[in-house]
């Protein structure tokens, strides 16, 4: 068991909380069984190493047997190691280093279904916002996750923790810019939808037909101007009552959702 | 101008932080410009003091204008004075005094038009997500929200701050028993559709055709048993992709937007 929360090795999985050693290693951090279970499940050739207090280890022992059946390297650990690794306050006793998993642009998009929903986050700046809607996308049942260069880092602790494991589960690429992204998936024929608040097409009339994108906007300034140009529609979710908006990844779920919709009555 | 941050008027406000206070006192402190502007715009009858710092004067001087014009007090304070009377650590300068807004079960039931779409949170207890359902409900034109007694106090400030002004813009009606509140609902004609993972509906199958109710349970344990079986259908909102869930706040907008949507098609 390791016991000194001042060893180098509880040191080089703490620096990963720093992007700079994230980018540099190409590895993260996730915390709490609800990711650590999802990693292990969904993704285990990129788990490195997983992190476990005795204490959590029998309550999540399928966690663990799940990791040692992928050959994955188990670490029995004290809680003042597990703490001294952690972002979180409460990690509930497991962490695992993993790979990171963004995929290059052109392999998520060629790979898309040819009815293809795709989540495009522009300028996304809050951690809690990022992961929300990147469990929202995954719930919609999307194809992908595309994140602008300008956004924050997926592999934050607070966005990892927010996508619920749902971080595991869909393609997802990110560091392209924004115009790149909508020129790839032009290129690729995905119609490009603009969620603003600004948009003169109301969501249920929106044409969803085909494969599109939902592009979404930085949570307190929504979309440039030339950004809602350089897409095929600007639609906005209808507010019926006298809220004078919903928060970005209200919008991006029920937009999403409208797309399943589209999807499921259509095939 | 207050500036005095230990003066018992400030301690007063101060004071309103704590449940018991707002309890015995009928009033809440709402925090921040857009909370304040929705209190004085929609329900100024409501709001007993607007406190502002010269600065958010100028910067806000819609608000401070729209309170003055309703005959609402508006005292100038120091930036120390408006700190200490808060709870949120950047209130943006000004900050008012309500009224509580709640109002008798029966009354809040007796105006529902017949098409009536309803939110019930029952045993809601994170402050963040209680106020994004109000916004969301708000948002998808919901005609009233009804909170069960075992639920976060909706005046507490993060609450409040997170229904961005949603508060004033709809019917609320708070403290009633859940028994208490579903056979009230009954009694008017209202259909009981409890929100549930569980459900076996899925909810492009539910019937939103008349007036009904979403019936949100709590955000870790969802609905008991009891409360399912009370309800006329238990109905989910599909998981197409591989997350588990959605958040409570995903969920209920999810579900009040469809029924908008259905709304909006039968007029």
Redesign the interface.
Known sequence: MLTNPRSDRVKAVRALSRRSVRSRTGEFLAEGP?AVREAVT?RPELVRDVYVTPEAGERHAGIVEAARAASVWVHEVSPEVLAAMCDTESPQGVAAVCRVLDLPLDSVLADLPTDAIVCVLTNVRDPGNAG?VI????????DAVLVSDASVDVYNSKVVRST???LW??PLSIGASVPEILSALRDRGVRLLAADGAGTTLL?DADLSGPHAWVMGNEAWGLPQEVRDACDDVVR???????????L??AA??CL?AS??AR?TSR
Chains 1, 2 share one sequence.
């Open positions: 609800q969904f929300t469990r929202g996308a995954d719930a919609a049942g999307a619920v494991g749902s589960h869909l249920h979710v209808p507010i019926h009552g006298h809220a004078e908006s919903l928060n990844a209200m779920t029920i959702y399943a919709e499921r």
